[in-house]
């Protein structure tokens, strides 16, 4: 029996409708929440550097335009000076579409890399996602909570090209009922540090405090098996909490079990057969 369709799935016009409405709910929650979102942007950073990362912005993606990659270097340049020495004080939550806003060719946003139904596309103000993954991996690595997560690894969708992270640990993003938030419930002050380069997306998580913490993020069990003639990207993900007066791991959580059908050639991958 054929599976009937969503109403967002019908037509483009549709899906745009339903995009609105999921807008629109966001919006009015926002309007009725009690949550204290982070707006303050001093220009004195925090002492203590808490984590820090920088990803490579043009990456070589299967078989995508390389000029979708340039302008995505644009919109994360524009991006990234609205979350730039961002404060976030306790009890105060991040929201990055809060931040950013509404992108729009009006603001100077491009046409960029986006992920429509799985597959590469393009649209103004493509390449967002690689903001939140970025402000994800180092929140991952503090005291912070995050309050809103979107998965986006159902699908591997391209190979791996110098892999700094594991996969798994990305974001999903679109504006704004898909966000990305994180809260404060520490009794210190967090600031990030974002900027872009010629070649790279930057960021700094710091403090005013140093952390009694660390964390690593560690992949175990990474394998591709065939399934039903596709094949899957399997593993897990880890999240270990340092004790840094003498180095030792006092908790190892699973944050992550990958289970992605591959959308890519491939040849010359080990894959196991599985039943």
């Known amino acids: 029996m054929k599976q009937r369709k969503l109403f967002c799935e019908i037509c483009p016009l549709t899906y745009r409708i339903s995009e609105e409405k999921g807008i629109c709910i966001r919006n ?52 990234a000076k609205k979350i730039d020495h961002i404060l976030i004080r306790p009890g105060e ?40 993954n970025l ?10 909570d995050i309050t809103e997560h979107h998965h986006h690894d159902r699908f591997d969708l391209f190979p791996d090209f110098n892999r700094k992270v594991p996969f798994g640990t990305g974001t999903s993003i679109s504006y704004n009922y898909l966000d990305y938030r994180f809260k404060n419930n520490t009794d210190r002050l967090y600031q990030l540090i974002i900027y872009t380069t010629d070649e790279y ?33 399997n593993g897990e993900v880890y999240r270990e909490k340092i004790d840094t007066a003498n180095g030792t791991c006092i908790e190892k959580v699973l944050i992550r079990r990958n289970h992605a059908k591959t959308c890519y050639d491939t040849t010359g991958l080990e894959i196991r057969e599985e039943a």
């Open 135 to 144: 402000i994800h991996w180092m929140i991952l690595h503090s005291d912070l």
């Open 28 to 79: 009015i929650k926002n309007l009725v929440s009690k949550e204290k979102f982070a707006k303050n942007r001093p220009e004195k950073k925090l002492k203590y550097i808490i984590f820090s990362h920088d990803s490579m912005i043009r990456r070589k993606l299967g078989n995508v335009n390389m000029q979708l990659q340039d302008n995505k270097a644009v919109n994360l340049g524009i991006a």
């Open 201 to 233: 997306l930057c960021g700094e998580l710091r403090s005013n405090k140093p952390q009694q913490y660390e964390y690593r993020i560690v992949a175990e069990n990474e394998y591709f098996s065939r399934e039903g003639g596709e094949v899957y990207r």
């Open 93 to 132: 939550t991040f929201s990055l579409w809060g931040l950013v806003g509404r992108v729009s060719k009006r603001k100077g946003y491009l046409e960029g890399l986006t992920i429509e139904g799985n597959q590469p596309s393009s649209g103004i103000g493509g390449g967002m996602c690689q903001m939140s």
